[in-house]
């Protein structure tokens, strides 16, 4: 039996009981999770710690957890997250003091006047105080005054020291900390108050899952009414505030989140988003990824830029900097755009700006990364890309050494990896990539990709649909539908991969490769009319595609994504995709 904050969880029958004896439902997953935290000896729990231990051996994305996380709190009446908090840097844990009722056994002192033993802060042996006064962990007294002396010396010392040095040399904090106040409710819908304290706890849990930043909780603040409400917390860098508002710009209600990323000492507005999302959406939690993942992703890649700054465009103007940003946003959007004509201008764009600053390395970044794109759409001769892949390596090489946290940086990177066919080595970047920006729909989008090439085709499908959930950034929204799409054909569920592709197409139908998948989908479907016309469509767009040159390069693909793509190309061929 443990006991804390007034509960009982006996374990043998797995029952929960709460201050009044009466028993609490939860779910065998739910109680597993609650059964963990209390025997975890006071441990903060990792993420990945909790759902390898309550789904041992099954893939789930993070929503389970949180999940349990919300039925948890809900059951222990912990609205205000003081039993269960969110540990900084990410993970639980349960922030009170557990006790144990043992079992009765025949060795049990009889006279023992109390029930329970502690199972959390071990005590000190009854008979400490009767330790040899003249020894102290084995040293004589001499040597611990000796000792003594000499820390006191070396505090002196700091504290003359500190007279002439900032802090900051002496004590430098780790990481900037970061505190996610609660949304404001602005919306007037009798929905808006559980919406935003929903919205406020998926936002902390993203951010908590960021390496370089600490994120801490709001300390309360009193009301003049007598309430309470939530201020900065104590020592914090930045904040994050928003409010959630009613938008009727459109036939529809939406939900709009508004948000911003404030410096905590001066005030000053870092970077500020809004996102939206239709206010009748059937999935509330649909609704509510939408919405954290439109405002985080964005204020994720802001918060990235103020920690890993250039330092080409330190060292030159603003107005300088501002033109090279431009630059290299306006090319990137263009990384996902599979025209041809679009992919020329923005390699244009960028080869004139890094003639202007041959130092700048975010251009070179950037220009690298578009220029992977070029190679996955085979817009390169042979020749040519054996010289922009070595360009590129030794680019991007010198990049991690110099910003080895920089989110641009990582996925150039891990496109790269991509390109060149290294998939287990592009999954751990693109998972780097993801501690900075956990709602990166384009790193998840690569992670499918290594995924099907490694042939984990269900992990790629769950991997896609979680890009699809978050929709970040929206302009690589067909990437990932079309994975989703791939990765069902691939496992020969056909009929479930038509909806992936006809969506994706219907955002981006300039590429051929889209109506060739649609095609096979359709004819394995039993609709040869439609998967003639998808046929007629690509070959439109890709002339001269054949059998032999149909399917992506499989240099380091598993023997299984192999055999699953030539059964997808024979389908092709059933809808007309010539033999040569």
Not at 56 to 61: A, D, S, W
Not at 204 to 217: E, L, R, W
Not at 325 to 346: D, H, M, P, Y
Request: aromatic share 6%.
């Amino acid at each position: 039996m443990l006991r804390f904050a007034g509960f009982e969880l006996e374990q043998q029958r797995a029952e929960l009981r709460g201050p009044d004896g009466s028993p609490i439902k939860l779910r065998p997953k739910t109680f597993e999770m609650l059964r963990l935290f209390a025997s975890s000896g006071g441990r903060v729990l990792s993420k990945q710690e909790l759902m390898e231990a309550v789904w041992p051996n099954v893939h789930v994305g993070e929503d389970s957890l949180f999940q349990c996380i919300r039925e948890l709190r809900t059951a222990l009446g912990d609205e205000r997250r003081q039993l269960i908090k969110l540990a900084s840097g990410g993970g639980y844990l349960l922030a009170t003091e557990v006790v144990a009722a043992p079992d009765a056994s025949p060795g049990q002192d009889a006279g023992s006047g109390s029930d329970v033993t502690h199972v959390v802060a071990p005590r000190l042996p009854a008979d400490a105080a009767a330790l040899p006064k003249p020894a102290l962990f084995g040293l004589r007294r001499q040597a611990v005054i000796a000792a003594v002396a000499g820390v006191c010396t070396i505090v002196v010392g700091l504290v003359v020291a500190t007279r002439a040095l900032k802090p900051d040399i002496l004590f430098k904090r780790t990481a900037p900390r970061l505190v996610v106040m609660q949304i404001v409710d602005d919306s007037g819908d009798p929905r808006g108050a559980g919406m935003a304290a929903e919205l406020t706890a998926r936002l902390t849990d993203g951010f908590a899952k960021i390496q370089n930043i600490s994120v801490v909780a709001p300390r309360p603040a009193a009301l003049a009414g007598g309430g309470s409400s939530t201020g900065p917390a104590a020592s914090s860098d930045y904040e994050l505030r928003g409010e959630l508002q009613l938008s009727d710009q459109s036939s529809t209600q939406s939900w709009m989140l508004r948000a911003r990323i404030i410096k905590a000492d001066t005030g000053e507005v870092q970077s500020v988003v809004a996102a939206s999302a239709n206010i009748d959406e059937a999935d509330a939690q649909l609704a509510q990824s939408r919405l954290v993942a439109g405002v985080g992703h964005v204020l994720a890649r802001r918060l990235n830029e103020i920690l890993e700054p250039s330092a080409s465009s330190s060292a030159r103007g603003k107005s300088s900097a501002g033109g090279d940003k431009v630059a290299v946003e306006q090319a990137l959007a263009s990384i996902n755009q599979t025209t041809r004509e679009r992919f020329g201008a923005a390699q244009a764009m960028l080869q004139k700006a890094l003639t202007e600053d041959p130092d700048n390395l975010d251009i070179a970044v950037a220009l690298s990364a578009l220029r992977m794109r070029g190679i996955q759409m085979v817009w390169f001769s042979p020749d040519e890309a054996a010289a922009v892949e070595a360009m590129a390596n030794a680019t991007l090489q010198h990049a991690l050494r110099s910003k080895p946290n920089s989110i641009a940086v990582l996925e150039a990177y891990c496109r790269f990896l991509s390109a060149t066919n290294h998939f287990v080595e592009s999954l751990v970047t693109c998972a780097k990539a993801l501690n900075f920006d956990p709602w990166n729909g384009a790193a998840l989008y690569l992670i499918g990709l290594g995924q099907i090439y490694l042939g984990r085709f269900d992990d790629a499908r769950a991997t896609f649909e979680q890009a699809d959930r978050y929709d970040t950034p929206p302009a690589s929204r067909w990437t990932w539908l079309l994975g989703a799409g791939t990765a069902y054909a691939l496992m020969g569920r056909y009929d479930e991969a038509l909806p992936w592709l006809q969506r994706s197409i219907a955002i981006t139908p300039g590429t051929g490769r889209s109506h060739f998948l649609l095609a096979a989908a359709y004819q394995r479907s039993g609709r040869s009319e439609e998967a003639k016309a998808a046929m007629r469509e690509g070959l439109r767009l890709r002339p001269g595609t054949t059998r032999l040159n149909v399917s992506p390069p499989m240099k380091n693909a598993s023997p299984v994504c192999i055999e699953a793509w030539d059964r997808v190309v024979q389908a092709e061929v059933d809808a007309g995709l010539p033999e040569k």
